[in-house]
């Protein structure tokens, strides 16, 4: 049905529009069924689904639904946590993987993830050279992101995910949940996330939120070309 184009889905609305924001022109509004605000410009679409996995997963399996092979692309953003010397307040991360870290069950060996119980797939992960290029585009780490349904606010916890997932670059809430919805459609899934803050105890007046926001635009205005190649390596 002509040219692929990118599918971005964020939690809130601000993050949906400081990533359209990044094309420079006005992006066209559409209401979808459920009153899903999605935006489209150049190139890609970006929708605002709400927050955590659960609400990912849905908003985005609804529409991938709808769009009836529009998309070959479809990338998890939005700000996040990021874990210490990985990625630094005001870094861009790109996700050499999509976890979901605290969905399994805790035993008196540790923690068993959904993937080690046999119920599913508890990493996803994005095609190497696409994750790679865009790493390469935004200056910015290449590692696991990790999705939670409960925001890390202790040093303790902080430190307990990163000795399970070592090289983690950041937490979010929502990008194993897209992934899930995305490879069910049999596409490939990226997640990008700008850091606000530490994962760690919660400073909220220390959380850069608007810096974040900004970094975001900057960071999908830089990632054209790096999805504009890939197309080219994968379609031909």
Do not use: C
């Not at 861009?92 to 993987?97: C, D, I, L, Q």
């Amino acid at each position: 049905m002509g040219e692929k184009r990118t599918l971005v889905v964020t939690a809130v609305p601000a993050e949906r529009d400081a990533v359209t924001l990044a094309a420079g022109v006005a992006p066209e509004p559409f209401t979808l069924p459920g009153g899903l605000s999605l935006q489209r410009g150049p190139g890609l679409d970006a929708v605002s689904v709400g927050v955590g996995p659960a609400a990912a997963a849905a908003g985005t399996a609804t529409v991938l639904a709808l769009a009836q092979g529009r998309y070959d692309l479809v990338v998890s953003a939005g700000i996040g946590g990021g874990f210490a010397q990985v990625a630094e307040v005001g870094a861009t991360v790109v996700s050499s993987a999509l976890v979901a870290a605290d969905l399994g069950a805790n035993g008196p060996d540790g923690f068993l993830d959904v993937g080690e119980l046999g119920f599913g797939a508890a990493t996803f992960r994005p095609p190497a050279g696409l994750a790679r290029a865009a790493a390469d585009a935004v200056g910015g780490p290449l590692g696991p992101v990790l999705t939670v349904s409960t925001a890390t606010g202790t040093a303790a916890r902080a430190a307990e995910l990163a000795a399970r997932h070592p090289g983690a670059a950041a937490e979010g809430m929502e990008g194993h949940g897209v992934a899930t919805a995305a490879v069910a459609h049999q596409l490939a899934v990226l997640e990008i996330r700008t850091v606000s803050n530490p994962v760690g105890p919660r400073e909220r007046a220390a959380w850069r939120i608007p810096d974040a926001l900004r970094a975001l635009t900057d960071s999908f205005a830089a990632l054209g070309p790096a999805f504009d190649l890939w197309r080219e390596q994968t379609h031909g």
